[in-house]
């Protein structure tokens, strides 16, 4: 079976390699010129673990390879998937422009019978969009599958090689026998390929976000009030999460969510909602809520630092959304930095991954560290913005003497506050108790 993936970004690229890792011909294709050049030697443009040596691998091996072309990809595929990106336009609905861009070239370039599938989150009726845009000049019989993606930025090897389960929606049997050959590789160990109606697999991918953006929007609102009322919100996660109708995951408080998709989902299924003249009001109240969520790390600077922070120098460790990804979109880290630069405050800043793409969203507007610890030199505080395992256990006699002050504020709750205590450093975390040390002259609690 042959297959073409038009879109090499974070989805693409990992469904191409992916597929061709269990022995099917994949073309991925992509109009970028520069990205498909530097994908034929093996340069990526992501940073995704595991990804690098796939592509590498199966390009040695021939089952993998990369064009502009996307007529000649279009024209060689049995199944064709469609992973480009879908922007949030200025209403928060999903564009569709690119999508629908391929589908017209589908119908002008297809060569036989083929399945289409769309990859790309798209909302509830897109697959009817394609297929219409499609039999406007289609010559041949074509089949419609949707099939949403459930990849987790920085693990996204390993959730495509070992899924939880695979949902498509499809619209005949021709394509379930066709995408069923597809993804028997990769449920050998009896997790579910599960077929439902298109409108319910596009419906499901919003809903799964929906859900997880969810549970962190509640968390971080139990976080803030644990600090109001004296209660530990690492020991109510863990008192609800033994809760087999609850479990622990997404319920570890932090400075918010960013990322390719929370943000964008939750605004697409909102408008999808509005459109059908229905208010979502949870997921209103889950994105007023991770907005301010992402100004709690500034607030905390100021009640330890007062209010006016001019001239204050302030070192940022993580500006990717979480570990494992150079991903910035709609980072906490943005929010943060946009506000401390906006009060007169300096920044120096360290990510293990993502100083690249933080150069090109900040341009010179900070100073970036070549280590962790580089950072730290003359600041008035450190903020831990993304759980790097870097950060995790760092010299703290290091830092101490490095920073201006001994002031911590731990957006991701890495270190036990009685421990910093114990160290002489000030230290604020999410939905703990404070730590004071004297020197800010600030009351010293537990």
């Given at each position: 079976?042959?297959?073409?993936?038009?879109?090499?970004?974070?989805?693409?690229?990992?469904?191409?390699a992916?597929?061709a890792?269990t022995?099917s011909?994949v073309v991925?294709a992509?109009?970028?010129?520069?990205?498909?050049?530097g994908?034929?030697?093996?340069?990526?443009?992501?940073?995704?673990?595991?990804?690098?040596?796939?592509?590498?691998?199966?390009?040695?091996?021939?089952?993998?390879?990369?064009?502009?072309?996307i007529?000649?990809?279009?024209a060689?595929a049995?199944?064709?998937f469609?992973?480009?990106?879908?922007?949030?336009?200025?209403?928060?609905?999903a564009?569709?422009?690119?999508?629908?861009?391929?589908?017209r070239?589908?119908g002008?370039h297809?060569?036989?019978?083929?399945?289409?599938?769309?990859?790309?989150?798209?909302?509830?009726?897109t697959?009817?969009?394609v297929?219409?845009?499609?039999?406007?000049?289609a010559?041949?019989?074509?089949?419609?599958?949707?099939?949403?993606?459930?990849?987790?930025?920085?693990a996204?090897?390993?959730?495509?090689?070992?899924p939880?389960?695979?949902?498509?929606?499809?619209d005949?049997?021709?394509a379930?026998?066709a995408?069923?050959?597809?993804?028997?590789?990769f449920?050998?160990?009896?997790?579910?390929i599960?077929?439902?109606?298109?409108?319910?697999?596009?419906?499901?991918?919003?809903?799964?976000n929906?859900?997880?953006?969810?549970?962190?929007?509640?968390?971080?609102?139990?976080?803030?009030?644990?600090?109001?009322v004296?209660?530990?919100?690492?020991?109510?996660?863990r008192?609800?999460?033994?809760?087999?109708?609850?479990?622990p995951?997404?319920?570890?408080?932090?400075?918010?969510?960013g990322?390719?998709?929370?943000?964008?989902d939750?605004?697409?299924?909102?408008?999808?909602?509005?459109?059908?003249?229905?208010e979502?009001?949870?997921?209103?109240?889950?994105?007023?809520?991770?907005?301010?969520?992402?100004?709690?790390?500034s607030?905390?600077?100021?009640?330890a630092?007062g209010?006016d922070?001019?001239?204050?120098h302030?070192?940022?460790?993580?500006?990717?959304?979480?570990?494992?990804?150079?991903?910035m979109?709609?980072?906490p880290?943005?929010?943060?930095?946009?506000?401390?630069?906006?009060?007169?405050?300096t920044?120096?800043?360290?990510?293990?991954?993502?100083?690249?793409e933080?150069?090109?969203?900040?341009?010179?507007?900070?100073?970036?560290?070549?280590?962790?610890y580089?950072?730290l030199?003359?600041?008035?505080?450190?903020?831990?913005?993304?759980?790097?395992?870097?950060y995790?256990?760092?010299?703290f006699?290091?830092?101490?003497?490095?920073l201006?002050?001994?002031l911590?504020?731990d957006g991701?709750?890495l270190y036990?506050?009685?421990?910093?205590?114990?160290?002489?450093?000030?230290?604020?975390?999410?939905?703990?108790?404070?730590?004071?040390?004297?020197?800010?002259?600030?009351v010293e609690y537990?």
């Amino acid at each position: 079976m042959n297959i073409s993936v038009i879109g090499t970004g974070y989805v693409g690229l990992v469904v191409g390699a992916c597929l061709a890792e269990t022995g099917s011909d994949v073309v991925c294709a992509d109009v970028m010129e520069s990205k498909i050049e530097g994908l034929k030697r093996n340069v990526l443009p992501i940073y995704e673990p595991g990804l690098e040596d796939l592509v590498e691998r199966n390009q040695a091996d021939g089952r993998l390879s990369f064009t502009t072309d996307i007529a000649a990809a279009i024209a060689s595929a049995d199944v064709l998937f469609v992973a480009v990106g879908t922007p949030p336009d200025e209403d928060g609905s999903a564009d569709l422009q690119h999508v629908l861009a391929v589908a017209r070239e589908v119908g002008r370039h297809m060569t036989r019978e083929m399945v289409i599938v769309t990859k790309s989150t798209v909302p509830v009726g897109t697959a009817g969009k394609v297929a219409a845009e499609i039999r406007k000049e289609a010559k041949f019989p074509f089949h419609m599958c949707s099939n949403p993606e459930f990849l987790k930025e920085g693990a996204a090897v390993d959730d495509f090689m070992k899924p939880d389960r695979v949902v498509l929606g499809v619209d005949s049997e021709f394509a379930r026998e066709a995408m069923n050959e597809i993804y028997a590789p990769f449920v050998r160990t009896g997790n579910p390929i599960i077929f439902m109606d298109i409108a319910s697999a596009e419906m499901t991918k919003y809903a799964a976000n929906g859900m997880l953006a969810t549970r962190i929007s509640f968390m971080n609102e139990i976080a803030n009030l644990c600090e109001l009322v004296g209660a530990n919100v690492d020991m109510v996660r863990r008192g609800i999460g033994s809760d087999s109708r609850i479990g622990p995951s997404f319920l570890f408080p932090g400075p918010g969510y960013g990322g390719s998709c929370f943000p964008k989902d939750v605004k697409a299924l909102v408008r999808t909602a509005a459109e059908m003249g229905m208010e979502l009001k949870v997921l209103d109240a889950v994105e007023d809520v991770n907005d301010a969520q992402k100004m709690r790390l500034s607030e905390k600077l100021r009640d330890a630092l007062g209010d006016d922070l001019t001239g204050k120098h302030i070192a940022v460790w993580g500006l990717a959304f979480k570990p494992q990804t150079d991903d910035m979109r709609d980072a906490p880290s943005l929010t943060l930095i946009k506000d401390l630069l906006e009060a007169g405050a300096t920044v120096c800043a360290h990510d293990p991954a993502s100083m690249k793409e933080a150069r090109h969203k900040l341009h010179d507007t900070i100073v970036y560290a070549e280590t962790n610890y580089d950072a730290l030199s003359n600041a008035d505080a450190l903020v831990v913005v993304t759980d790097w395992n870097e950060y995790r256990h760092p010299d703290f006699g290091r830092v101490k003497e490095m920073l201006k002050r001994p002031l911590i504020i731990d957006g991701r709750n890495l270190y036990d506050p009685g421990k910093m205590l114990d160290l002489g450093f000030s230290y604020y975390s999410i939905g703990r108790s404070v730590v004071e040390h004297p020197s800010l002259n600030r009351v010293e609690y537990a």
